[in-house]
């Protein structure tokens, strides 16, 4: 049978999703597998990655540009139990659900793969080099839009490599997609014994101490966030963990309480202990664990500056939020702790029929060649609204410490 040009096209877009999917990207590293035997929902045509991991990504391939797809969430059963012959006819406690919805986008990205004269000139495919650049190019755009949805902020740190633009960027909402949400008032953390990012001075920086706090405040908590369940994990239940990520100059900051402690080997010797039987990326490389917190670098810091105004969430239950400022003098850096189900990541699909389409054609009169990919995605962090009527973010909180800049 012969293959049509819009089967080739489809083809070719879902190997493109395929190749950025097996890169060991932030987003990669913290999404489920697809679970054994799932399907997808044959009035939806819609799956999804297992729900224990930070990331749950979402395949609806009937929706398109400027659609929302859907995820639903249930509330824990918290009713107390009906004991000895008492009628339990009519307790019963609800299942109750909340729908939570992201939009998803098309974005589109193109290159020059050159013209004659420049593929004379060099040994390489360009044509080749362009679609493999492009697909890392998505994978880079994705991290760092998961990276501020997840924080509920951009910050000021704008090095020249850096793809998205400051949040007052007149572009910035539009390309983050689902716009970005502060961090609810129960999920908000701070250095030291400040409790709001005005009170912070320049003591409060992230320390073994601030890691305890944060433990106690998770095992503490009325609405929990739930800890990080990876199917493969043989260890999920008997030694739960949550990961926090956090700047370089966090780490350098906790690097250097630690050390001053003693803790250096034992924090080492834990994270690699807990990794025993479980080869996942999140234990590769510089990291550490304490009180079942695995603590590890993200590069691509939420850094305010001093004066920088920052929007916060208040202590109420609908969120409503407030701006505050950085205090004069300090630098402050956003760590971000992530337990199961804290963002959501969509796709729909393109005019291909997938989730990626490539576009390759001849320009300036056949002499050079252009290269584009476009894709159906949306991120957006979880959050529902609790029995109580409280809105939370469900699976991420956030830790702002002041950072030694010297």
């Given at each position: 049978m012969a293959i049509t040009k819009a089967q080739a096209a489809k083809a070719f877009g879902a190997a493109l999703f395929t190749h950025t999917r097996r890169q060991t990207t932030f987003v990669n590293m913290l999404t489920g597998a697809a679970p054994q035997g799932a399907k997808a929902d044959k009035n939806k045509n819609k799956n999804q990655t297992e729900a224990g991991a930070p990331v749950v990504m979402i395949n609806d391939l009937s929706k398109g540009a400027g659609d929302e797809v859907e995820m639903d969430l249930f509330?824990?059963?918290?009713?107390?139990?009906?004991?000895?012959?008492?009628?339990i006819e009519g307790r019963g406690e609800s299942l109750d659900k909340v729908t939570f919805d992201l939009e998803i986008n098309q974005g589109r990205h193109n290159v020059d793969s050159g013209g004659r004269m420049s593929q004379q000139r060099t040994k390489h495919n360009l044509l080749q080099v362009a679609r493999t650049m492009l697909g890392n190019y998505f994978n880079d755009l994705q991290d760092e839009i998961a990276t501020y949805q997840l924080a509920g902020a951009r910050g000021d740190f704008m090095p020249e490599d850096m793809i998205l633009p400051t949040a007052d960027d007149a572009e910035f909402d539009e390309l983050v997609v689902n716009k970005l949400q502060a961090p609810t008032y129960d999920r908000h953390f701070f250095g030291g014994d400040a409790t709001g990012i005005e009170d912070l001075d320049a003591s409060d920086k992230l320390t073994l101490s601030k890691i305890d706090d944060l433990a106690l405040f998770l095992e503490e908590m009325a609405h929990p966030i739930k800890t990080i369940k990876f199917e493969a994990d043989q260890l999920k239940n008997e030694s739960?963990?949550?990961?926090?990520?956090?700047?370089?100059?966090q780490w350098s900051d906790f690097w250097a309480d630690a050390q001053a402690n003693g803790k250096i080997q034992e924090l080492m010797a834990q994270a690699l202990n807990r990794s025993s039987g479980f080869n996942h990326p999140l234990f590769k490389g510089d990291r550490v664990m304490w009180r079942n917190i695995l603590i590890r670098k993200y590069t691509k810091p939420v850094r305010?500056?001093?004066?920088?105004?920052?929007?916060?969430?208040?202590?109420?239950?609908?969120?409503?939020?407030?701006?505050?400022?950085?205090?004069?003098?300090?630098?402050?850096?956003?760590?971000?702790?992530?337990?199961?189900?804290?963002?959501?990541?969509?796709?729909?699909?393109?005019?291909?029929?997938?989730?990626?389409?490539?576009?390759?054609?001849?320009?300036?009169?056949?002499?050079?060649?252009?290269?584009?990919?476009?894709?159906?995605?949306?991120?957006?962090?979880?959050?529902?609204?609790?029995?109580?009527?409280?809105?939370?973010?469900?699976?991420?909180?956030?830790?702002?410490?002041?950072?030694?800049?010297?």
């Open positions: 509330h824990n059963l918290s009713r107390r139990p009906t004991m000895g012959d008492k009628k739960p963990f949550y990961v926090l990520f956090v700047t370089p100059r305010f500056n001093a004066g920088s105004v920052v929007t916060v969430s208040n202590n109420d239950a609908k969120a409503s939020t407030t701006t505050k400022q950085v205090p004069a003098g300090l630098t402050v850096d956003r760590a971000i702790l992530l337990g199961g189900q804290a963002m959501a990541n969509a796709y729909g699909k393109t005019t291909s029929g997938a989730q990626f389409k490539m576009t390759s054609k001849n320009v300036d009169h056949d002499n050079g060649r252009e290269t584009s990919i476009a894709w159906m995605n949306g991120l957006k962090k979880v959050r529902f609204e609790e029995k109580n009527g409280r809105q939370n973010d469900y699976g991420v909180a956030v830790l702002d410490t002041v950072v030694s800049m010297g």
